[in-house]
Structure formats: structure tokens, C-alpha cells
């Protein structure tokens, strides 16, 4: 009997921390034994070049990509370990505001609204401005050569939840229908099956997906547009020490050209 008390027990145990371990978007990565502790960042790992979830040579998931890289180069200067909490774009602001995590990091463009809940840094980004795309098949290309040609009652676009290009769907295409989902790869595959038939997404993530698998896909380019320029780290308000810190690294990311040479091996 307490034999098969211990085998249940153990299996529970089991059972227990491989669902942990699968449902859990936590990444840890210790970047120096002597760190004492971690600094955490929030990002929708949903968004190659930016952040992506892989599997490592050990067939375990992993989460990769340009802003994983500079949020290790600010960990190291804050001499702390690096934990990534993956989660719906539309929570990290929240998660931001309320402290449950330091910062975020997650290809996210400072904009009036989310700078009264959060304060961000300056852009990360190496242009002034992101350029932001339509993604469409090639088979279509002749039929809507640019954005208005998108604006019917009998179009479908899809943008992801909370993110500006959301906003964008409504500004272009008020005409078509709008379908708000809260993954990106989601929303891909919905433009792969031909359930939507145009995705509103930005230049760098467009491409990566052309490099790797969507060669049937091609985008038209929005005009630029005022007031949503770069991606920037997202802090708590009044957090001061850590964005100068954050400031400073991003300072010399930029100059060293890390960023530049990030970019190019996360879109390839
Ligand atoms: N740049 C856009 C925004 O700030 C989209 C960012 C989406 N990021 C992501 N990791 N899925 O709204």
C-alpha cells in the first residue's frame, strides 16, 4: 500500500513539473554563475527578428532573437541573470506599469498612449523610422497593387491584438474585415490558408518570414507615418536609473553596430 502511495505520489510529481515545464513561457538564462539573481523582461516571442521561440540543439524551446540579445548586454551590465516571460503582446505594458517585471522588450514602438502608462527609451532601432508592410500572396499582386486596393467590404485583414498595426488595419482599410488575433504565427498561417488575405505587419518581420519559408508572400508598403518612429525598451514610469543604464547600452550597441549585425542574423 505505501508502495503505491509513493508511486502516485511521484507520478503526480511527475506529471506536475512536465506541465510546468510545458506550459511554461519562462526562459532563464544564467550569463555568469557570480550574477546574484535575475533582471526580468517581458516580450511576445511571436515576432522574428526580434524575438522568436526555437528549439536548441536539445530539441528544447528557446527563445532567440534581437532584443534577447540586447536585454543579455543590459543584464550583464546590471550584473544579473536574464529571465524572459513570454506572454501576449497586449499584457506586457500592464506587467510593466505594475512592476511585476522590469522591462520590455518586444520590437514595441513608443507611442503617446503607452507613454502615459510606461516610460521608454530611446529607439533601438538602426533607421529613423520602421517601415510598416502588407504582407499578401504573390498570386494577388496584381490585383491589389497598393493599400487602398485593399479597402473592400471583401477583404479580410488580420493584425495582432494591441499592436499599433491593429490601429493601422482601421486607419487603411476601414472598409475590409478586421481579424485581431493575439499570436502573430497565428495570423501567418491564416494568410497561408487563405483565411485572411493580407497581414499588417512591419518591414524587418515581413522579411524574416519571406527568408524562412513564405516565399509566396509579398508586401506593399505603407506611407511613413507620423508619431510611430523606431522600437524602444518599455520601463516602469519614473524608473530613471534603470533607463539610463538601459540608454547607455543601447548608446553603444548602436555605435559598435551589434545591433546592425543582430539584425542581419535573425532575419536570415
Ligand atoms: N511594433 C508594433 C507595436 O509596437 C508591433 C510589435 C509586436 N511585437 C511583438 N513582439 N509581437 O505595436
Redesign the pocket.
Known amino acids: 500500500m505505501k508502495k503505491l502511495f509513493l508511486v502516485v505520489v511521484l507520478s503526480l510529481i511527475t506529471i506536475t513539473a512536465y506541465g510546468c515545464q510545458n506550459s511554461s513561457n519562462v526562459f532563464d538564462f544564467i550569463l555568469d554563475e557570480n550574477y546574484d539573481g535575475f533582471v526580468t523582461m517581458a516580450?511576445?516571442a511571436?515576432?522574428p527578428p526580434?524575438?522568436n521561440i526555437v528549439q536548441d540543439e536539445n530539441g528544447k524551446n528557446t527563445v532567440v532573437g534581437v532584443d534577447i540579445e540586447i536585454a543579455k548586454a543590459i543584464a550583464h551590465r546590471l550584473n544579473k541573470n536574464l529571465r524572459v516571460v513570454h506572454k501576449g503582446?497586449d499584457f506586457l505594458v500592464e506587467d510593466v506599469r505594475s512592476g511585476k517585471i522590469d522591462f520590455i522588450i518586444?520590437?514595441?514602438?513608443p507611442t503617446p498612449s503607452r507613454s502615459e502608462i510606461i516610460d521608454f527609451s530611446k529607439s533601438y532601432y538602426t533607421e529613423d523610422s520602421?517601415v510598416q508592410v502588407v504582407l499578401i500572396h504573390k498570386d494577388d499582386a496584381t490585383l491589389y497593387q497598393s493599400i487602398e486596393d485593399l479597402n473592400q467590404s471583401t477583404i479580410r485583414v488580420g493584425a495582432?491584438t494591441g499592436?499599433?498595426?491593429a490601429e493601422f488595419a482601421e486607419t487603411f482599410t476601414p472598409l475590409a474585415t478586421t481579424k485581431i488575433v493575439q499570436d502573430?504565427k497565428e495570423l501567418l498561417n491564416n494568410l497561408e490558408n487563405n483565411q485572411i488575405d493580407a497581414l499588417f505587419t512591419?518591414e524587418e518581420v515581413a522579411n524574416t518570414h519571406m527568408n524562412n519559408g513564405y516565399e509566396n508572400f509579398v508586401k506593399l508598403t505603407l506611407p511613413e507615418l507620423e508619431g510611430y518612429e523606431g522600437?524602444a525598451v518599455g520601463v516602469q514610469k519614473g524608473n530613471t536609473e534603470l533607463l539610463t543604464i538601459i540608454n547607455q547600452v543601447i548608446d553603444e550597441l548602436l555605435a559598435d553596430g551589434s545591433i546592425t549585425e543582430w539584425l542581419e542574423v535573425y532575419s536570415a
Open positions: 516580450t511576445s511571436d515576432y526580434y524575438e503582446f518586444a520590437g514595441m514602438t520602421v495582432q499592436s499599433i498595426q502573430l512591419e522600437n
